[in-house]
């Protein structure tokens, strides 16, 4: 029965581990991104002057950022801070942002941790000329 054992002792080995990538990998899932100003997905009719991203905790600013690409390639922006909530917030230096298709990449450190949560949104501005 010593081969039993030594294939006992293998499955045991494969279990484990399989459980702790299933574990290492589910923890990548988490986001503490709520919701933003403009929303994800939204059309506006005008362009927006602001970036704002709210989140389950304050922002750590200094270890978080913001930028904003759109048809004319990134934006300029500035500013960067918080309103004391848990948000992040940032003016766009051109508030005459054209029509099209623009995307919020953000970087932030939430909470009292060290780890850097990181994602993406998407909005469009639709003008009535």
Known sequence: MPG???FNSLLALFVLAASLAGCAGS??????FLRAE?????VLSRAPRNL????????????SSLTLTGPDGNYD????????????MIEITNP????????????????EGSTVYDGSYR????TDR
Not at 52 to 63: C, K, M
Not at 77 to 88: I, N, P, Q, V, W
Request: net charge negative; no cysteine; hydrophobic share 35%.
């Open 4 to 6: 039993n054992r030594r």
């Open 27 to 32: 923890s990548t899932d988490y986001s503490p």
């Open 38 to 42: 403009p929303a994800a997905d939204s």
């Open 52 to 63: 704002r991203l709210f989140y389950e905790a304050v922002p750590d600013v200094p270890n």
């Open 77 to 88: 922006l500035r500013g960067f801070h918080t309103m004391g909530s848990d948000d992040l």
């Open 96 to 111: 005459s942002i054209p029509d099209g298709d623009y995307v919020v990449d953000w970087s932030a450190v939430v909470g």
């Open 123 to 126: 909005f469009s501005v639709v």
